[in-house]
């Protein structure tokens, strides 16, 4: 496919798109490797509080969390927060932690 691409362009910049494209492949592979760590990370932690807390549905808010994580500067954020507040609303009028 990237052969494709690049057989579109003249016969000199032929190199220099390979070139650009094996760097962008590197610099992609990455920041995704990075971002996974970062969800997991984020996924594990929240599992972890979540089940000392006792609260319900604890794996499934831990996976929504990992996936929220790969949405830009907002997605752990948000999904954390969907999280907490299903932890008060599980927990009632007394919550189960205290």
Excluded: K
Excluded at 11 to 38: D, M, P
Excluded at 72 to 82: C, D, E, M, Q, S
Aim: net charge positive.
């Amino acid at each position: 496919m990237w052969a494709f691409l690049v057989g579109w362009l003249p016969q000199r910049l032929t190199e220099r798109a390979n070139e650009a494209g094996r760097a962008s492949v590197h610099v992609l592979g990455r920041y995704i490797r990075g971002t996974v760590i970062i969800a997991a990370f984020a996924a594990i932690v929240d599992l972890t509080a979540m089940l000392v807390m006792h609260v319900p549905l604890a794996f499934p808010l831990a996976a929504l969390i990992f996936l929220g994580a790969f949405i830009p500067i907002v997605g752990a954020l948000v999904t954390g927060f969907a999280a907490a507040l299903v932890a008060l609303v599980a927990a009632g009028r007394r919550p189960r932690w205290f």
